[in-house]
């Protein structure tokens, strides 16, 4: 059940809907410090939605508090039209949310294959016994599984990796198969922390284009915290500026450019 | 010479080869491709299904008799198929380099006119809609996988999936045409066109009949014994002659098996799981393969580097014998044969050449060494000579008399002779009929009587009839003393090194040899890794003093071994720089098939070759490049000439 408030038509003709997640006054503390101060915005069914600022801004504990992972002390997340209790992580992955991670967090000493299969995890029904002999239902889910991996494997071409273990990889290609991992749970709503830091021009690059092709081929809702202002500017259909734990700027790259409040936080103002 | 006005059972074109196949041989596998991580495979009776339906969904589009028929992708069932439809429909298939940039394809798609392109995905499918203003034949394109074409106008545009469902939907009213469209194909007709990667100048279509394409498939068939039962892998560029003939004209003709990799990064892997019985590759291939399996060898802990190095020095000694089938002492089997339980097997298993009975290379000349090594593995490892006019074959070696520095004995059915300026001249079944819209080139090349020009110069050798090619007829000059100028039998001594991946001799009309030379990144940054030598890109490794040492040793030893021969003694290279930047297929310093060209190399570095001969150590440059997207930009480097030691002539020390 969506929002019955009206979409819009992005500037390349794409039409996004309703109201998927709404963030409402949202504060977090960590004891006395304030990480988040009174921030509201909304994220809307298959657009692009970044969330930038400087460092220390509060742009993860953001994308934490929209996992679920924190509970904020005060205001309310409003997911489909009503507002969210707080829930453990494999619960809100059930609801159709994935991440991935700033640092990658992926089983080293497994292979690519098998980490990208803990993505279906949460889709498994059948128990640790049946799936130990591996017989009738569980060998079918196991095959209904496999192919939506693979499926993904071939999306984000990492065929060639597939059998090798996650540690072997390079850091580009690990950041490549977090996000097929993240893709195999078939998110509805896809968190992405940091998709391209530490890469060099051309990772950034193919990075970009799986993300787009991710949003445009299954429709998914992208939230992503970067801090590559340009790629930000490109791959984004509106863009939430933080600053200091407070929001600043709201709106579609033109117009956060354009925000004086955002050119004095990332360039800095005199005081003078 | 032999023309037989009918083909065996009537068999004239591919269609009608496809037709036996899924009657004879129903079941079996005609096609597998891996996808989703699994080899999916196509009996030769549903190749003939989906092969026929997009025949059927062709003719609903509006192809007519004689329209060109573009295919550009990498090797995927779907497109060889197509190929086969577009000829069922009485079209010319064309199939492109899909590694081609849009400028590229645009001069062979508006040179035959092409109505209809099917491409493997969308980044062939913009290249295409890139430059469709300059193509006013263009009408319809095709393409296989949808991904990411779900926003593009579809006016012009159709899945191929749908084109197929299409053809099927209305196969009782189109299939009376698709009977008499078939039914006209013959000998003559043409059975597909391509485009030569044109060492020097524009590409040229050459177009092969069907009894070209048959009539050699057949020949070369029967000469290695090829059976339904084979299997290959199709890796090689579709637009290149031999990939028509191994995955088409041969599959087709004796049934056998054509598999498709998963992509081009998954090769070694996909290569290993099928193990082809009939394997192709140039010698580039081998020649990374074997450096690879050294650079891992010298990882490897002792006691596997001790066996390793043990038994391939005995294999080296009787290997190739015990493979030529000749008499080797009972001891020296005993030993191969654990050596091929221990060492030679597992590695074989590795490079997926387990199960390999014919193994060809062709194209450039192979390192003896490398040649060796995969012989003495037991691989029954030959060379082939031939070119596309020929389709394929002109000479190759039969099974026991193969050596590394001849090009084997005339295919069955193709005439052989040496011109008297030491060019090589051929006749066969395989000749092509003509260049396209072209006829003063297919004049030059292919006199009335048939005999075709190679631009080779080489010679038969006197006792065992075997065929050596010296290099390019054009290429083979003068020196300013009179001397014989044969680059690249001088090249191909520095290519046998692998710290070289490729070299450019210079030296026609002057008095002495200069040459450029490129690094082999893998092997010479693996050196460097274990010497610690620090670097941060291929151009600083490149200048680095102690690499070009060791290029100047390989030189140094090259010239010793040019001097042996008193014909080209002078070909020894007196002063040498190593390239900044790798060569390039996209900077147009390389063909497509990775032949250098000379002259435009000598062109475009027209201030190193000059530095080279006025002395100079070291030389400033800029280099335009192009990257991967067509972009431009410069790389600007100091390189350090350096001189070789050169080797007074053999001849020249006996007469003192």
Redesign the interface.
């Known amino acids: 059940m969506l929002d019955t408030e009206q979409g819009y038509v992005t500037a390349d003709g794409r039409t996004i809907g309703g109201v998927v997640m709404d963030m409402r006054n949202i504060t977090l503390r960590f004891g006395g410090v304030e990480a988040i101060k009174n921030i509201s915005f909304d994220i809307r069914e298959g657009e692009i939605r970044a969330i930038i600022g400087p460092n220390g801004a509060g742009k993860s504990s953001m994308l934490n508090v929209i996992s679920g992972f924190y509970v904020p002390q005060e205001g309310e997340v409003w997911f489909r039209g009503e507002p969210r209790k707080p829930m453990k992580p494999f619960e809100v992955a059930r609801q159709g949310i994935a991440r991935t991670f700033q640092n990658i967090a992926l089983f080293e000493g497994m292979t690519v294959l098998d980490n990208v299969m803990t993505g279906r995890l949460t889709q498994m029904k059948s128990g640790l016994l049946s799936q130990a002999i591996w017989r009738g239902a569980a060998e079918r889910e196991e095959v209904e599984n496999r192919e939506i991996c693979e499926k993904v494997i071939d999306f984000l071409e990492i065929q060639h990796i597939r059998k090798t273990p996650v540690a072997r990889l390079p850091y580009g290609l690990k950041k490549r198969v977090e996000l097929a991992r993240a893709l195999a749970s078939e998110p509805k709503l896809l968190l992405l922390d940091e998709p391209m830091a530490g890469m060099n021009v051309e990772e950034k690059e193919d990075m970009s284009r799986f993300i787009l092709s991710v949003n445009d081929e299954f429709g998914t809702t992208i939230a992503l915290i970067e801090h590559d202002m340009g790629v930000v500017m490109d791959l984004s259909d509106r863009v939430v500026v933080m600053d200091y734990g407070k929001k600043i700027g709201d709106g579609t790259p033109d117009e956060v450019r354009n925000n004086q409040d955002v050119i004095d936080a990332y360039l800095g103002v005199s005081h003078d | 010479m032999t023309q037989p006005s009918s083909g065996a059972d009537g068999l004239q074109s591919v269609p009608a080869l496809l037709r036996r196949n899924a009657r004879v041989m129903s079941n079996s596998a005609a096609y597998r491709e891996k ?4 080899w999916q495979s196509w009996t030769w009776a549903e190749a003939l299904d989906e092969t026929q339906s997009l025949a059927l969904g062709l003719l609903d589009l509006g192809v007519n008799r004689g329209d060109f028929v573009a295919i550009i992708g990498r090797n995927r069932p779907n497109l060889y198929m197509s190929m086969v439809a577009a000829e069922m429909v009485g079209a010319i298939p064309v199939p492109l380099y899909q590694d081609a940039g849009a400028e590229e394809m645009a001069y062979v798609l508006a040179h035959c006119g092409a109505r209809f392109v099917i491409v493997g995905d969308q980044e062939q499918v913009d290249k295409v809609l890139e430059v469709q203003n300059d193509l006013p034949e263009f009408e319809h394109m095709i393409y296989l996988d949808p ?2 074409m ?2 593009y106008d579809h006016t012009r545009l159709h899945a191929f999936e749908a084109v197929m469902e299409n053809g099927r939907a209305k196969q009782s009213s189109l299939m009376g045409e698709l009977q008499k469209r078939e039914a006209e194909l013959t000998w003559d007709s043409t059975c597909v066109m391509l485009y030569t990667s044109g060492t020097t100048g524009k590409p040229k279509g050459v177009v092969l009949s069907n009894r070209n394409i048959i009539q050699t498939a057949q020949a070369s068939s029967e000469f290695d014994g090829l059976k339904a039962t084979d299997e290959v892998l199709a890796y090689l560029p579709m637009a290149w002659v031999g990939d028509f003939i191994f995955s088409i004209g041969q599959a087709y003709w004796t049934g056998f098996c054509v598999n498709c990799p ?2 081009q ?2 090769m070694a ?1 996909d290569l290993r799981e099928i193990g082809p019985t009939y394997y192709f590759a140039p010698p580039r291939v081998f020649e990374t393969q074997l450096t690879n399996v050294m650079i891992r060898m010298e990882d490897a802990s002792k006691v596997k580097k001790w066996l390793f190095d043990t038994f391939m020095a005995h294999a080296r000694k009787v290997g190739p014998a015990i493979l030529d089938g000749e008499t080797v002492g009972l001891w020296d089997r005993v030993k191969y044969t654990l050596g091929e339980f221990l060492v030679f097997g597992p590695l074989k298993n590795t490079l997926g050449f387990s199960n390999i009975r014919v193994g060809y290379t062709a194209g450039e000349a192979i390192g003896p060494e490398i040649f060796d090594f995969y012989r003495s593995l037991g691989i029954n490892l030959k060379q082939l000579y031939g070119q596309t006019e020929a389709s394929v074959f002109i000479t190759q070696q039969p099974d026991g008399q193969v050596r590394s520095d001849t090009v084997g004995v005339p295919s069955p059915g193709v005439e052989v002779r040496i011109g008297d300026n030491g060019e090589v001249y051929y006749r066969s079944p395989g000749t092509f009929v003509e260049y396209y819209k072209n006829p003063e080139s297919t004049a030059d090349t292919k006199d009335p009587e048939g005999w075709v020009a190679t631009g080779d110069a080489g010679f038969f050798e006197e006792g065992t009839g075997h065929l050596r090619i010296i290099d390019r007829a054009k290429d083979v000059g003068k020196m300013s003393d009179g001397g014989m100028f044969a680059p690249k039998f001088v090249e191909n001594k520095l290519k046998f090194y692998p710290n070289i991946l490729e070299a450019v001799v210079f030296g026609a009309g002057r008095d002495k040899c200069v040459a450029f030379i490129n690094i082999d990144l893998s092997a010479v940054g693996n050196w460097a890794e274990r010497n610690n030598i620090a670097y941060s890109s291929y151009q600083e490794l490149a200048g680095h003093p102690k690499v070009l040492d060791a290029i100047q040793a390989h030189v140094n030893e090259v010239n010793q071994s040019v001097a042996q021969d008193p014909m080209l003694s002078g070909c020894q290279i007196h002063r040498f720089l190593v390239l900044h930047k790798e060569l390039d297929a996209d900077d147009g310093e390389l063909t497509r098939t990775r032949k250098v060209r000379r002259k435009i190399i000598g062109e475009k570095f027209d201030d190193l070759v000059t530095a080279l001969y006025d002395g100079s150590s070291s030389v400033y440059t800029e280099t335009e490049v192009t990257y991967e997207d067509g972009r431009k930009g410069k790389i600007k480097a100091t390189l350090e000439l350096r001189d070789a030691t050169v080797v007074p002539s053999a001849q020249k020390i006996a007469a003192e």
Do not use: A, M, Y
Request: cysteine-free.
């Open positions: 996808e989703f991580g699994i991904r990411g779900r926003k998963e992509s990064d998954t892997l």
